[in-house]
């Protein structure tokens, strides 16, 4: 209540104290304002896609500095998941690689059905990656070195392993002993492919005997282990070559770490599974960071060829 038993109007005696308050007022909504402006502008006039958010650090990255970078953040070195195009274009030298067997396709020899057909997943896949499968390999050369070039792509189906992706392998065996050329493979996905039944645990073994067969023909294979790496890849063929290379951070194992934890019940250790992990355990030779593939994959296939 005021002196004169009047309610508080809110208004100062003070002419000075009423014109700050204005003042205040009005720089508020002026505020207001501008934000709502910035708010509007950003989702009717920035173009979509410019900004990457990092998924460890949580920076915001330019996206072509992340593309110049290999899609490594520059801030904490984390390793984006790469497509298999995306990573052709890394590895192989300009305007090197030709596709081999690309116009291999699956069948839905088991008509499965999970929340849709096979059939109809695997037509759907392939629009939208532009690959038949989950394996590209063709002919490359990578920093003047000619390679046969193995890629799964994890966008395909997780970068499963059916009947297609083991024959095209064999194949890419055969062509790398009859070219007398190094097989390089680059691995990304969940392991053998369920839709396919026990047709995809048969081609652990095929895959497996392939690279035994180049091996026993004088051939040089190295595998670069990617996240994520699991399952029946793991346990076949991205094991077994000569050189097993993983990059930064990269989860490899056969069971998923809280598949392994359930079952045993217990608490595991610190980085389980993660290639810095599998390094102190001997299960790779080395981790190479993604921006250092190139020069390392060209240094290891010159000390190979002077064997």
Known sequence: MSADGRGSTGVSDDPK???DSA?????????????????????????????VKCDACSQTIYRKDLEDNDLV???????????????VKMVADPETYRERFAGFKAMDRLEFENN???????????EKTGHSEALLCGEAEVCGRPVILCVLDFKFLGGSMGEVVGEKFALS????ASLKRPLVVFTSSGGARMH????SLMQMAKTCSALAELTDAGGFSICVMANPTTGGVTASFAMVTDLVLAEPGALIGFAGPRVIATTIKQELPPGFQRSEFLLEKGHVDAIVPRTELRETLAKLIDYAEAR
């Not at 057909?117 to 392939?126: D, G, H, M, P, V």
């Open 73 to 87: 953040c520059p801030h904490c070195s984390f390793h984006f998941t790469v497509t298999g195009s995306e990573r």
């Open 17 to 19: 104290k009423n014109q």
């Open 173 to 176: 065996c055969e062509l790398a």
């Open 196 to 199: 396919e039944g026990v047709l």
């Open 116 to 126: 849709g057909s096979y059939a109809e997943k695997l037509k759907k896949t392939a």
């Open 23 to 51: 003042t205040s007022g009005e720089e508020q909504e002026l505020g207001e304002t501008r934000r709502r402006s910035r708010l509007r502008w950003k989702k009717k006039d920035m173009p979509g896609g410019l900004w």
